[in-house]
């Protein structure tokens, strides 16, 4: 005689429990970590790519006027850039670039320290996905900036050496640092708080370094 046995039911579907909020040290570490990171980044890669850019443009440039001087047949705009002397350059752009690289490196550095000083988790995650979201969200704001920089530029009446110039210019990049500023922290903070623990436990605080 067989003996069936009872089916157990199966326990209802529950949505999963909702992630604990970041807490006010992790908010204020990621908020630093993003603002300061995010500005030395971005210097790094200012004084990485316009060298880089500015020996690209120099070489192609050099490239064609020595074509136009072959054909025509004497000096005309190649004289032009052998009086700008364009070799005394190289090595300075090429320092430049080396010194924005080692900003951009000590920016992701720095960012992972501060990160993980705060008792954020996954600082090495939360910085590089907040640079990504960074950088894009500069590109946005710096399309955006756009239209008052011009209109300001027109206040200048074009004099570039005015007070009213000098005025503009500094507000521009007072404004410019600004916005750098706020979108690595709330870029940064954004990653933290997706990638924030589910459940938290009781560990003893991470020493900062």
Known sequence: ?????????????????????LTAREKTGALVAGGVGYLLLSLGWV????PLAVLAFGAFF???????????GDQGPLGF???????????????????????????????????RSY??????????????????GSWI?????????????VLS??????????????LSLLVSVVATAAIGAFAWWWMAHLMRPAARTLQPPTPSF
């Open 47 to 50: 004084l990485f790519g316009i």
């Open 119 to 136: 008792g954020v988790t996954k600082p090495w995650a939360v910085t590089f996905a907040g640079a990504g979201i960074a950088i894009v």
């Open 62 to 72: 050099a490239l064609i006027f020595g074509a136009i001087q072959r054909a025509a």
């Open 141 to 153: 704001v710096s399309a955006v900036l756009t239209i008052p920089l011009q209109f300001s530029g």
């Open 81 to 115: 850039l052998e009086a700008l002397d364009l070799n005394a350059w190289i090595v300075p752009l090429l320092l430049s670039s080396l010194v924005g690289l080692v900003i951009m490196a000590v920016s992701l550095i720095a960012s992972r320290g501060i990160l």
């Open 157 to 170: 009446d074009g004099d570039n050496t005015g007070p009213v110039a000098l005025v503009v210019g500094g």
């Open 1 to 21: 005689m067989t003996v069936t046995q009872p089916i157990a039911a199966q326990p209802a579907w529950q949505p999963p429990a909702p992630k604990p909020p």
